[in-house]
């Protein structure tokens, strides 16, 4: 029997409406308030975006693939990554982060889909503490400060 490729996969109530929390994902100014330090754009149907973790020198171009508005994201980034945005009552949304397509030996997808799963976990984690609570936990840039690199000056 084949073995499936591994896919990550994280998800978590967020108590504030799709709308909001959708929102958070596609603007960046709100996005860099829980996960990456700045984005080139939004994101909006067809652009290509870049994504930047000043603190690790770390950069990332998206590709955005589809959008439905206050329900789903997918891009592309290096492989495929969707977010889908579920209502559930007054104002609570039930976000799903799926990532796969991962490339490499099994263990180095392996390796890859584990990696995957914590940093999209992180994201939501923040994102949660910043939409419910408008607390910045700086989770992404606290998970490996040994990697940070120096600033100029």
């Known amino acids: 029997m084949p073995i499936s490729p591994p ?3 994280t998800h978590m109530l967020i108590r504030k409406p799709a709308a909001e929390v959708y929102r ?3 603007d960046p100014l709100q996005t860099c308030r829980f996960w990456f330090t700045r ?9 290509t975006v870049t994504w930047h973790w000043d603190m ?18 997918l891009v592309h980034w290096p492989t495929p990554v969707e977010w889908t945005f ?15 397509g991962f490339d490499g030996s099994d263990n180095e997808r392996v390796a890859q889909a584990i990696d995957a799963m914590g940093g999209f976990t992180l994201a939501l984690a923040g994102c949660k503490a910043w939409l419910e ?3 910045e936990l700086s989770l992404v840039a606290d998970h490996d400060p040994g990697q940070h690199v120096p600033r100029d000056g």
């Open 133 to 135: 609570h408008g607390i």
């Open 86 to 100: 579920s209502p559930r009552g007054d104002g609570a949304t039930f976000v799903t982060i799926t990532a796969g």
């Open 56 to 73: 690790y020198g770390a950069s990332a171009t998206v590709d955005v693939i589809a959008l439905e508005p206050d329900r789903r994201i």
């Open 39 to 47: 984005g080139s754009g939004e994101l909006r149907q067809g652009a």
């Open 7 to 9: 896919v990550a996969r």
């Open 24 to 26: 958070a994902f596609v």
